[in-house]
């Protein structure tokens, strides 16, 4: 199975830092991969498609890169909605999901 | 808008069978669609149990195959869940998703993203 590391587990960042967050794959996964944001209590809300396609109606200061093994999302300017816990997820063999990172206040 | 709603008890025994539903309303399942059911242990991650289609093809994740059912009900617009022979470790947040797939020639399985979520359901596996 494809393991999927994200890093770091946590992040302290004021409103305004520019954040990015990685996403490591055992394996080539090729773009097959999905950034997901999760509040506390809610459910995963998709941001981030094919490694680097925003969906619609997410803010454009979200923003993903990568292929192959390695892969980030970079947040520009971190707003007061956005601390929250994200999860990279792979889909390139089984729809596997990182461990999360959560950003939190500094 | 598409909207799922989970139900089914909140509170299992230990060797028991859990049991959920997902109701899907703004959408008719028939029309297609994969659907499928991600848990959420407290405090953890998400992990996909399995996903179906309206005809009721299935797919499992190799980890809990053993234990899962997964079926739907197009006439009720719904799919549900069995997870059988529950342990303390079953407990989770459990969520139903809409699964947006996409042909991915190494998938050995429909895969893709999950577009659409339910609120999720905590279920406690207690005695």
């Known amino acids: 199975d494809i393991q999927m590391t994200q890093s770091p587990s946590t992040l302290s960042a004021s409103v305004g830092d520019r954040v990015t967050i990685t996403c490591r794959a055992s394996?080539?996964?090729?773009?097959?991969l999905a950034w997901y944001q999760q509040k506390p209590g809610k459910a995963p809300k998709l941001l981030i498609y094919?490694?680097?396609s925003l969906e619609s109606g997410v803010p454009s200061r979200f923003s993903g890169s990568g292929s192959g093994t390695e892969f980030t999302l970079t947040i520009s300017s971190l707003q007061p909605d956005d601390f929250a816990t994200y999860y990279c997820?792979?889909?390139?063999?089984?729809?596997?999901f990182g461990g999360g990172t959560k950003v939190e206040i500094k | 808008q598409v909207q799922l709603q989970e139900s089914g008890p909140g509170l299992v025994k230990p060797s028991e069978t859990l049991s959920l539903t997902c109701a899907v309303s703004?959408?008719?399942?028939?029309?297609?669609?994969?659907w499928g059911w991600i848990r959420q242990p407290p405090g953890k991650g998400l992990e996909w149990i399995g996903s179906?289609?309206?005809?009721?093809?299935?797919y499992y994740n190799p980890s809990l195959k053993s234990r899962v059912t997964i079926s739907v009900d197009t006439s009720k617009n719904q799919f549900s869940l069995k997870l059988s022979s529950v342990t303390a470790a079953d407990t989770a947040v459990y969520y139903c998703?809409?699964?947006?797939?996409?042909?991915?020639?190494?998938?050995?399985?429909?895969?893709?993203?999950?577009?659409?979520w339910g609120q999720g359901t905590l279920v406690t596996v207690s005695s």
């Open positions: 094919k490694a680097s």
């Open positions: 179906i289609y309206h005809s009721g093809s299935t």
């Open positions: 998703a809409r699964l947006l797939i996409v042909v991915v020639p190494a998938a050995t399985v429909p895969v893709g993203t999950f577009d659409y």
């Open positions: 394996q080539s996964i090729s773009s097959w």
């Open positions: 703004g959408y008719s399942i028939s029309s297609g669609y994969y």
């Open positions: 997820q792979q889909y390139n063999s089984y729809p596997f």
